[in-house]
Nanobody, 124 residues
Framework: QVQLVESGGGLVQAGGSLRLACAPSGRTASRNVIGWFRQCPGKEREFVAAISRWGGGTRYADSVQGRFTISRDNTKNTVYLQMNSLKPEDTAVYYC?????????????????WGQGTQVTVSS
C-alpha cells in the first residue's frame, strides 16, 4: 500500500506561482513513478506531469510545458510540482498519484494509488 498526501494548494493571482508537494509513504514508496493530474468540475481528470522513480525522466502536458516543473527528492520522500506563470485555466483540484508497475505514463488508469487532492485557484 502507498499513501499519498498533497499540500501547497491555494489562491493566487494570474502570473503568480505555487509549489505543490506530494509525500508518498508506505511500502516501496520512493520507488514509484509519481504523476500529477488535475480535475475541474464536470470535466475528466487530465494529466499534468510525471516523473520517473529516480527523477531522470519527466513528461509534461502541452498546456503546462515550460511553466511547470516536476522534481523529486527521494531523501525527503517528496515530489514537487513548481507552477509558474499561472493562468485562470489552471484552476482545478490537483492530485498526485503513484504508479507501481509501469514507467512514466500519462494515463490515469496506470496509476494505482491517489491522494485526496489539493485545490488550486488562479484569479484573473
Amino acid at each position: 500500500q502507498v499513501q499519498l498526501v498533497e499540500s501547497g494548494g491555494g489562491l493566487v493571482q494570474a502570473g503568480g506561482s505555487l509549489r505543490l508537494a506530494c509525500a508518498p509513504s508506505g511500502r516501496t514508496a520512493s520507488r514509484n513513478v509519481i504523476g500529477w493530474f488535475r480535475q475541474c468540475p464536470g470535466k475528466e481528470r487530465e494529466f499534468v506531469a510525471a516523473i520517473s522513480r529516480w527523477g531522470g525522466g519527466t513528461r509534461y502536458a502541452d498546456s503546462v510545458q515550460g511553466r511547470f516543473t516536476i522534481s523529486r527528492d527521494n531523501t525527503k520522500n517528496t515530489v514537487y510540482l513548481q507552477m509558474n506563470s499561472l493562468k485562470p485555466e489552471d484552476t482545478a483540484v490537483y492530485y498526485c498519484a503513484a504508479a507501481t508497475l509501469v514507467g512514466v505514463t500519462t494515463t490515469p488508469q496506470n496509476y494505482d494509488y491517489w491522494g485526496q487532492g489539493t485545490q488550486v485557484t488562479v484569479s484573473s
